[in-house]
C-alpha cells in the first residue's frame, strides 16, 4: 500500500491545518492509519490513529483537544486536523497503515505499522 502525505505548509501560531494521507488501494475494513511526526532533536512520535471501520481513534497526549482524524473510504484519504498549532507542533508528519489489531498499533508501536508515507512539512511560526 502507498500512502501520499499532503496539506502541510507555514501557518501562525493559533492557526490551522489539515492533512490529507491518500492510499492507493481500498483501506475501508483492512487497514487502521496513524499519524505520526518528526520533530527536531527528537525521534518520531504518534499523533493520532484511527480504526479500520473508523470506529475507534486514540490521540496522544501532547495534541489532545486540537486534533481530530476522521477517515474517508470513498477516497481511501484519511485526515488529520490539527488546531490551535504551536510551535512545537513543528515538524514532518507522517501517515501510516497497519493491518494489526488495536491492542498492537493504538499505542503508538510503530512495528505494527508496516507502510509508511514520505511526509510532510508542518512549521508553525510568526
Known amino acids: 500500500l502507498q500512502l501520499v502525505e499532503s496539506g502541510g505548509g507555514l501557518v501562525q501560531p493559533g492557526g490551522s491545518l489539515r492533512l490529507s494521507c491518500t492510499a492507493s488501494?481500498?483501506?475501508?475494513?483492512?487497514?487502521?492509519i496513524g499519524w505520526f511526526r518528526q520533530v527536531p532533536g527528537k525521534e518520531r512520535e504518534g499523533v493520532a490513529c484511527?480504526?479500520?471501520?473508523?470506529?475507534?481513534?486514540n490521540y496522544a497526549d501532547p495534541v489532545k483537544g486540537r486534533c481530530t482524524i476522521s477517515r474517508d473510504d470513498a477516497q481511501n484519504t484519511v485526515f488529520l486536523q490539527l488546531n490551535s498549532l504551536k510551535p512545537e507542533d513543528t515538524g514532518v508528519y507522517y501517515c501510516?497503515?497497519?493491518?494489526?489489531?488495536?491492542?498492537?498499533?493504538?499505542?503508538?508501536?510503530?512495528?505494527?505499522?508496516?507502510?509508511w508515507g514520505q511526509g510532510t512539512q508542518v512549521t508553525v511560526s510568526s
Open positions: 501510516a497503515a497497519s493491518r494489526t489489531g488495536w491492542n498492537l498499533y493504538s499505542n503508538f508501536n510503530q512495528r505494527a505499522f508496516e507502510d
Open positions: 488501494g481500498v483501506i475501508s475494513g483492512y487497514y487502521a
Open positions: 484511527i480504526s479500520s471501520n473508523g470506529g475507534s481513534t
